[in-house]
């Protein structure tokens, strides 16, 4: 079965620098997502990308933060300068345009910022 | 906005059945979702509704009041491996592309034998 995946598993940066979250998204489906989720609370949207731009993004998403599909198969998340606060479990999905087409997590990358 | 209310946390026996309420209230709605999400895990996805009534899939069952704002998922036979956390999400008013969803706190459900 085809499944979102997300590089790397882990990530421990410190203050102030920047990380390059990796996703590939399910190969037919044109629209890919970020979410994050704190430790203990709710999963939150960030951005939703089809077209090569963005479609939506949320009050989290500031400029901060970046998205990119660099190739045909790569979907990227840059946080510039990283906060503690941005310290979180950060999802990537994706889905195909039908109306009633779920979304497809991926298994997470869990970004550490000391 | 979106405002997702769904219980912290429920209990329930091995072999049981539990029921657990999700309220909505949107400013555009556009379906709702169930999924689970074990410990440190993605959400995987369980049952989608749009249309009032219910949708049954083997042992996961979904009901939808969009006047009501009012879901609900139902876990027929519990097993051990139901324990999870239950995340109702709704997604918003279909945009020209990208359809975001908005996500409750999540209900843990613990399974005891």
């Known amino acids: 079965e085809p499944e979102v995946t997300q590089t790397p598993s882990h990530q421990v940066t410190q203050m102030g620098q920047e990380v390059i979250l990796r996703c590939v998204p399910i190969s037919n489906h044109l629209y890919f997502y970020w979410y994050r989720q704190i430790l203990g609370q709710k999963v939150e949207f960030l951005v939703s990308?089809?077209?090569?731009?963005?479609?939506?993004k949320s009050e989290i998403f500031d400029d901060q933060f970046s998205v990119e599909r660099p190739d045909g198969s790569n979907f990227t998340l840059k946080i510039r300068s990283t906060k503690l606060e941005d310290s979180a479990m950060y999802f990537c999905a994706s889905s195909d345009p039908g109306l009633a087409s779920e979304q497809y997590f991926g298994p997470g990358t869990r970004l550490t910022v000391t | 906005g979106q405002n997702i209310d769904q219980p912290t946390e429920m209990t329930a026996t091995e072999g049981a059945i539990v029921q657990i309420n999700c309220t909505y209230q949107?400013?555009?709605?556009?379906?709702l979702f169930w999924y689970q999400q074990h410990a440190g895990e993605a959400p995987t996805f369980l049952s989608y509704?749009?249309?009032?009534g219910l949708e049954e899939k083997g042992r996961f069952s979904s009901f939808l009041s969009r006047s009501k704002g009012y879901s609900y998922l139902l876990l027929k036979e519990l097993q051990m491996k139901d324990s999870a956390s239950y995340l109702c999400?709704?997604?918003?008013?279909?945009?020209?592309?990208?359809?975001?969803?908005?996500f409750g706190g999540g209900t843990r459900v613990l399974v005891k034998p």
């Open positions: 509704n749009v249309l009032d």
């Open positions: 949107t400013s555009g709605f556009n379906g």
């Open positions: 990308f089809y077209n090569n731009e963005i479609s939506e």
């Open positions: 999400a709704v997604r918003g008013p279909i945009k020209a592309a990208g359809n975001k969803l908005t």
